[in-house]
């Protein structure tokens, strides 16, 4: 990449919050910008999947190495592991597992919650901006779907979305039933807020720290649940089927705790893991927690699973450069949807701020491709961006960015910067997937017994997905799937084999490809190598 | 910034003599040390209170959140496990309404009302929150105030570590945020719209509304 830029230093003080930025240039085709400058584009980021269930279609490089790869166990490892057996596993301990468990406890299931981490250390837990649901009076579902498909580049599927949006009032009946609270407004409705690609104010929020807002309610509602049990420092390192390798009968957990492996028997199995920012694809920045590996899309191929839209990625135009430890993490998309401008290091507004999140990302690498970023010099890396204008919006709205983003001023206070008086120096940031595992109305995957809820499942976003309606899908999807997979008739499984495994082997060794390679990933390798900050 | 050549910062984390830089935080600092066994690390910034440790400057001894606290020649640092499971046991739906809810909270946290003001939560909160004084209010039955003074909690439970009477402070924060939406969050915009869609106004597939 081209690392030539204005100066930091230069940048900084030429800077002026009451600038004349100039004209908005105009945005003829964005198709083009999006083909010359979306990283997704960028060329030997995709390569074609040669097995499963996707072969033929095209895949993320570096999630295309880990999906065709070994497993980390074999039969061997199974003798004399103990076994437990419960009604539902929820793999996952983020907003979508913990709604998912929820729903299957409240329907009498005796439900076990597996996570890698500790409950809530998730993508959930850090959601800024907020949650959609059409409840203003000049806003409907059918709003609600077009703006969806619309932002989705239309490549989503439309039973998904329409069970999406159905969901949206009902999801926050249900959180606020839970204990979670929300931003209102003087006659008590809720405070809505309208962000890129919507035609209504639609998101509703709690200031910048909706997911916190949301985990910690949704954690102690599992925690305080009798029906669910929960294992923390858990990973599922593989799934379980039956004896001919067709059917989702449990998982097999591992333990970061004692290392030991674990047998869960089961009728259904629900993944909840979350997106894979910490694979670091095209050697991005990550806004995403450091679980986010993609273990999920892992397992679920390995079963058979069929995926989807596994070459359509979204890099969230702002995460931070500055300060150095908040690398890549998260300015969420209410700063610009409350007036916040985007300006080069030549003092320039280039692009509608509001504009979808891809187009807005390809504007900025291209102003720091073409050399009008802005250059930070550090020991370890050269850094380019561009300012998000906070202390603009402060002149034209003081007080604002202190009641409505708190999160925001909280986490710079302490590397001594103030969004109020310092442009903030930002960067697109690899944020979140938008494919994933192929799922009908009810989260469940082409394999019978696996559901798949949550940024691991695809289909609802398309190729795009628009502010607010990831937290909406966790709660929604996750609830829908933890009621089917209750009414999974199935009287349990007989015998729990790896017979999946086997014939993914198979396959790896027919197409001449190595065994060398093991997946899941479940932790990126930071400790005593190099992070991306 | 420009630090081409920033200065080499010596700490010890669990035990093991790590080399770090300055401007590195702790989490940073256990990587490029490569020390075994840090586990409880999560979101990076100081939301998920998972990156508990225990922070040793000659005598003075404090904890704090290792990915929001930056490196300091020779501090010791020790990551603490993660907290043991609650003790205090309550299912919100099984409340019979908000007129319930003060009897209800002592029964669940009876040591609540016995705080000894030692100061010790609000000496150990990574996000300056007044524990102490919130739990006075909770005691009170002032839930609404209590809950709004631990909006920026992070359920990292540090305070409840600290907490002599075995209050669970976090958990008694939790529960006054809890029930001050469950039994008087009623926004009428919201309200409206589930009503239209119980009565059929809009055509949308999907699941059946209400409980
Ligand atoms: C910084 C940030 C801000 C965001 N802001 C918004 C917003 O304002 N609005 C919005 O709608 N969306 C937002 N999003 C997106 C949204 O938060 C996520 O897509 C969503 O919360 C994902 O929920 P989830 O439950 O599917 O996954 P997560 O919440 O990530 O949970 C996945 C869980 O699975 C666990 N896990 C992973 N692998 C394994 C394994 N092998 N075994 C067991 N457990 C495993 C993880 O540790 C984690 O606990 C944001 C995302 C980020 C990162
Ligand atoms: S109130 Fe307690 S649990 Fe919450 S952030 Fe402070 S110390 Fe952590
Ligand atoms: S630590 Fe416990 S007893 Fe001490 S002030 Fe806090 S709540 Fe009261």
Redesign the interface.
């Known amino acids: 990449m081209n690392k030539t830029g204005i100066s ?2 230069a940048a900084r003080a030429a800077y002026r919050p009451d600038a004349d930025l100039g004209p908005l240039p105009a945005l003829t085709d964005p198709d083009t910008l999006l083909a010359a400058c979306h990283p997704d584009h960028l060329r030997g980021s995709v390569v074609k999947l040669a097995i499963g269930a996707n072969a033929g279609d095209g895949c993320q490089r570096e999630l295309a190495e880990l999906l065709q790869a070994e497993a980390f166990i074999d039969e061997a490892d199974l003798a004399g592991t103990p076994v437990t057996d419960t009604d539902v596993l929820v793999i996952g301990g983020g907003g979508a597992g913990c709604a998912a468990a929820l729903a299957a406890a409240e329907r009498g299931a005796r439900v076990l919650l597996a996570t890698k ?2 409950l ?3 993508n959930t ?2 959601a800024e901006g907020g949650i959609q ?5 000049d806003d ?3 709003q609600h779907i077009s703006d969806t498909l619309r932002g989705g580049h239309h490549a989503a599927d439309p ?1 998904l979305v ?2 999406l ?3 949206g ?2 999801a ?2 249900w959180l ?7 931003e ?1 407004t003087a ?4 405070h ?1 807020r309208k962000a890129g690609g919507m035609s209504a104010a639609r998101i509703v929020h709690c200031r910048d ?1 909706t ?3 949301m985990m ?2 949704l ?3 599992v ?4 029906g669910i049990e929960v294992w ?2 858990s990973p599922a390192v593989e799934l379980l089927s039956n004896e001919r390798g067709q059917k989702c009968v449990g998982a097999v957990l591992g333990s ?2 004692d290392g030991r492996l674990r047998i869960v028997r089961t009728r259904s199995v629900i993944l909840a893991t979350g997106g894979l920012g910490r694979l670091h694809l095209n050697g991005f920045p990550t806004s995403n ?3 986010a590996t993609g273990d999920g899309l892992v397992l679920a191929y390995r079963i058979g699973a069929k995926l989807r839209e596994l070459d359509s990625f979204q890099y969230h135009p702002t995460g931070l450069v ?1 300060p ?3 690398s890549g ?1 998260l300015v969420t998309e209410g700063v610009r949807a409350a007036g916040a401008l985007l300006v080069n290091g030549e003092g320039r507004r280039f692009i509608d701020e509001l504009l979808p999140r891809d187009v807005v990302s390809a504007a900025i690498l291209r102003e720091c491709q073409e050399g009008r970023g802005i250059l ?4 370890d890396k050269t850094r380019l961006g561009v300012w998000l204008d906070t202390p603009r919006l402060e002149r034209s709205q003081p007080g604002l960015l202190e009641r409505q983003f ?2 925001l001023l ?2 710079t206070r ?1 590397a001594g910067i103030d969004p109020r008086v310092d442009p903030l120096l930002v960067h697109p940031t690899l944020h979140y997937q938008n494919g994933g595992v192929l799922i009908d ?1 009810n989260g469940a995957t082409t394999v019978p017994g696996l559901y798949a809820v949550g940024e691991l499942a695809g289909g609802i976003h398309g190729r795009n997905r628009i502010m607010g309606n990831a937290l909406l899908d966790i709660i ?1 999807f996750g ?2 799937a933890g009621v089917a997979a209750v009414a999974e008739r199935d009287r349990g499984p007989k015998k729990v084999t790896l017979e999946h495994v086997n014939r993914m082997r198979r396959a790896l060794t027919l197409a001449g490809m190595p065994l060398t390679h093991k997946s899941p990933r479940l932790l990126p390798a ?4 190099a ?1 991306n ?1 | ?6 200065a080499s910062v010596p700490l010890t984390i669990n035990g093991t003599a790590v080399e770090a ?1 300055a ?3 702790l989490v ?1 600092a ?7 066994r ?13 990156c508990r440790v225990l922070l040793r400057r000659g005598r003075d001894v404090t904890v704090a959140l290792a ?2 606290t ?1 490196v300091e020649p020779g501090i010791e640092v020790v990551f603490l496990p ?1 907290p043991s ?2 003790r205090h ?5 099984e409340f019979a309404d908000g007129w319930d809810v003060q009897a209800r909270f002592h029964e669940i946290f009876p040591e609540a009302a016995r705080c000894r003001h030692c100061h010790g939560c609000v000496r150990s909160c990574p ?1 300056d929150i007044d524990v102490e004084a919130a739990i006075v209010l909770a005691a009170a039955g002032r839930f609404r105030d209590a ?1 709004a003074m631990f ?5 990292c439970e540090l305070c409840d570590g600290a907490c002599p009477e075995q209050i669970a402070p976090a ?1 008694v924060g ?1 529960f006054c ?6 039994f008087h ?6 309200i ?3 009503e239209e ?1 119980r009565q059929g106004r ?1 055509d ?4 059946p ?2 409980e």
């Open positions: 930091f230093a981490l500790r809530g250390d998730s837990v850090m649901a059409a409840i203003e009076p409907t579902p059918q039973a329409a069970a949006v159905a969901d009032p009902d926050i009946r606020i039933r839970q204990g979670m609270q929300f209102t006659t008590g409705d809720l809505t720290y997911g916190l807002e910690r309610v954690r102690e509602a925690i305080q649940h009798r923390e420092q970061l705790a927690h450091l679980g500055h150095t430890h908040l993490k930070s010099v550090r020991t708190p999160k909280a986490r302490g109305v929604g609830r829908r930071y400790a005593g190598g992070w900050r | 910034m420009s630090d081409s050549a920033a830089l401007g590195m935080t940073e256990a990587w490029r040390g490569g020390v075994p840090v586990r409880g690390v999560g979101c990076l910034e100081g939301v998920c209170g998972s990915c929001q930056f993660a499971a609650p046991h309550y299912e919100i739906e996000k809950g909006f920026e909690c992070v359920m958990h939790l945020r809890r029930v001050t939406a469950h969050l009623r926004p009428p915009n919201l409206h719209r589930l869609l809009y949308v597939s999907g699941m509304q209400g």
